[in-house]
């Protein structure tokens, strides 16, 4: 079983409108939390990363929260524009040296 | 620009053949990786590098084997490929074992037919 897991696995929003992803993990011992952007046919990029601390963290109109004691987290999108069409990933690191566990992804469409 | 390099972009090879995607990152990071993405599941890690002159199996190393040549660059070889070889790989790197600056290339779509 992921130990990683999101939601929805796709979704379709207009331009201009807001959305928001999910992301529940059971990974432990928690390190790090990472939301990464991955345009079709290119590598992830990263946008924000939180640790056990930290609750919140932006990157321009991307908001990542973080809620280590339910282990949750979710990335909001305000103001969505066509380049914000893409996969979303949450990649959760575990422990010293620990390897990432990565979601399968939330395909995010945005129609003019 | 700094970053991730990985060749080639597209192969496609038959069942038997075998070939090599390389790998090479600017940044002066020590540690490298090799992953492997499927259709509706996550990146898995196939081997990785934590510094130069050391390797270790990730979750799905078989089938594959790796060389850290320098620090610069780490190789991912497949022997004797198969269908279920069939992937997108992708090469990272990143700045010891708190994944600091880690960054991917921009990947390989292998097909094997």
């Known amino acids: 079983k992921n130990q990683v897991e999101q939601s929805p696995q796709s979704l379709i929003i207009l331009e201009g409108k807001n959305c928001t992803l999910q992301c529940n993990y059971t990974v432990s011992p928690f390190s790090n939390l990472r939301w990464y952007k991955q345009d079709t046919g290119r590598g992830p990029v990263s946008l924000t990363i939180?640790?056990?601390?930290?609750n919140t963290k932006s990157n321009g109109r991307y908001t990542a929260t973080l809620d280590a004691d339910t282990k949750q987290s979710s990335l909001h999108i305000t103001a969505s524009q066509l380049s914000d069409s893409a996969s979303y990933i949450c990649v959760v690191s575990a422990g010293s040296w620990g390897k990432l566990q990565f979601g399968a992804g939330t395909q995010v469409v945005v129609t003019p | 620009n700094a970053g991730v390099t990985q060749t080639p972009k597209f192969q496609v090879l038959k069942t038997g053949q075998s070939m090599t995607l390389q790998c090479a990152q600017d940044?002066?990071?020590?540690?490298m990786y090799w992953y492997r993405q499927d259709p509706g599941m996550g990146l898995r890690l196939i081997y990785y590098s934590a510094s130069e002159g050391t390797t270790d199996k990730g979750e799905v190393p078989n089938g594959y084997n790796v060389s850290r040549l320098n620090k610069r660059e780490f190789s991912l070889r497949l022997e004797s490929a198969a269908p279920s070889q069939t992937s997108v790989y992708f090469c990272?790197?990143?700045?010891?074992?708190?994944?600091?600056?880690?960054?991917f290339g921009s990947g390989t779509r292998l097909t094997v037919v």
């Open positions: 939180m640790t056990f601390s930290e």
């Open positions: 990272a790197s990143s700045d010891g074992q708190l994944h600091y600056g880690y960054t």
């Open positions: 940044m002066n990071h020590n540690s």
